[in-house]
């Protein structure tokens, strides 16, 4: 059964950092995109990064270059988004979805991904 399972969500103040994980259970990483997502309160679902496992290349959206990391942990079947300065318009669940492709895409479309997680919670307050 193939699954994404995301952690790590929760409050923290702005400026602050957060590290959310993705784990995968039931497949492997190896040769997937990982994508990350995020719906804010009252907005659309919006695709703010990706990894491609065959060949590491990441892209994410200008909103969050230059704060936000995404990684994996082949060994333990794991992405990562990494978060630093945080900024109350991060604020939002965030989504982990796999696509079987490998093909990096900076998109919207969640229509490339095959299997999603059940999000968690990022909240950026004082």
């Known amino acids: 059964q193939v699954q994404l399972v995301e952690s790590g969500g929760g409050l923290v103040q702005p400026g602050g950092s957060l590290r959310l994980s993705c784990a995968a259970s039931?497949?492997?990483?190896?040769?997937?995109?990982i994508g990350w997502f995020r719906q804010a309160p009252g907005k659309e679902r919006e695709g703010i990064g990706c990894?491609?496992?065959?060949?590491?290349?990441?892209y994410y959206t200008d909103s969050v270059k230059g704060r936000f990391t995404i990684s994996t942990d082949k060994a333990k079947n794991t992405a990562y988004l990494d978060m630093n300065n945080l900024k109350p318009e991060d604020t939002g669940v965030y989504y982990c979805a796999a696509d079987s492709s490998g093909v990096p895409r900076m998109t919207d479309d969640q229509t490339w991904y095959d299997a999603w997680g059940q999000g968690t919670l990022v909240t950026v307050s004082e």
């Open positions: 990894i491609s496992n065959l060949d590491g290349v990441t």
């Open positions: 039931g497949f492997s990483l190896d040769t997937y995109t």
